[in-house]
């Protein structure tokens, strides 16, 4: 999600989880409350988890998230006021797509 390119660095770091997975994942673990642990096993072993974020491949680095990772996403939103925005994005895009 372009929103949050401006918190990365392509250059300075270690690369990050590709955003469309972290933003879903943490969508998921909302939608269905579920703690840290669940949702990193979810996202390891739950095919359907894998079919809704666009996952095609097997690697261990496609299916695995540290609970460091959600901290940090979960942080970077709520310090900058972006859930809104993220939930707008998300609804005029499934408009869009259902019209």
């Not at 979960?74 to 797509?97: C, M, V, Y």
Request: glycine share 2%; proline share 1%.
């Amino acid at each position: 999600m372009d929103i949050l390119i401006p918190f990365y660095n392509q250059t300075f770091g270690r690369s990050t989880k590709e955003l469309h997975t972290i933003l879903g994942v943490t969508i998921l673990q909302q939608m269905f409350d579920l703690n840290d642990q669940e949702t990193i096993d979810q996202l390891a072993f739950n095919i359907q988890w894998h079919y809704a974020l666009n996952i095609t491949e097997e690697s261990d680095s496609a299916k695995y998230i540290s609970q460091k990772t959600l901290w940090n996403i979960r942080d970077l939103i709520a310090e900058n006021s972006l859930e809104s925005i993220i939930f707008n994005k998300i609804t005029d895009k499934l408009k869009e797509i259902c019209k």
